[in-house]
Nanobody
Framework: VQLQASGGGLVQAGGSLRLSCAAS????????MGWFRHPPGKDREFVTA????????YYADSVKGRFTISRDGAKNTVYLQMNSLKPEDTAVYFC??????????????WGQGTKVTVSS
């Protein structure tokens, strides 16, 4: 499975961005898909994930109510809609394909990161 993330950029606090992750590979829809982020000076952390069917989602407490994950099976694409962005959301965001929604070590395929910078 190959993953290509896009959509990052610079936005003011309170603004919105939508990230996309295009997946290729015959079995890409069989995996749970997640978004992780690597803030400057910190460890990479879980943000949100969605099941292969799209029926289950899971969010880190820090983004609940602000971020929404979705997937389009026909397009093999996963989206991350980020609203009410805060400076602490600044990070390089990665999409990944894996097995257990919120356990980072079970994700086996990773895309390149896309940088999100939120100015205050």
């Amino acid at each position: 499975v190959q993953l290509q993330a896009s959509g990052g950029g610079l936005v003011q606090a309170g603004g919105s961005l939508r990230l996309s992750c295009a997946a290729s590979g015959r079995t890409s829809n069989n995996y749970n898909m997640g978004w992780f982020r690597h803030p400057p000076g910190k460890d990479r952390e879980f943000v949100t994930a969605i099941s292969g069917s799209g029926g289950s989602t899971y969010y880190a407490d820090s983004v609940k109510g602000r971020f929404t994950i979705s997937r389009d099976g026909a397009k093999n694409t996963v989206y991350l809609q980020m609203n009410s962005l805060k400076p602490e959301d600044t990070a390089v965001y990665f999409c990944a394909a894996g097995h257990v929604l919120d356990i980072q070590r079970t994700y086996v395929y990773w895309g390149q990161g896309t940088k999100v910078t939120v100015s205050s």
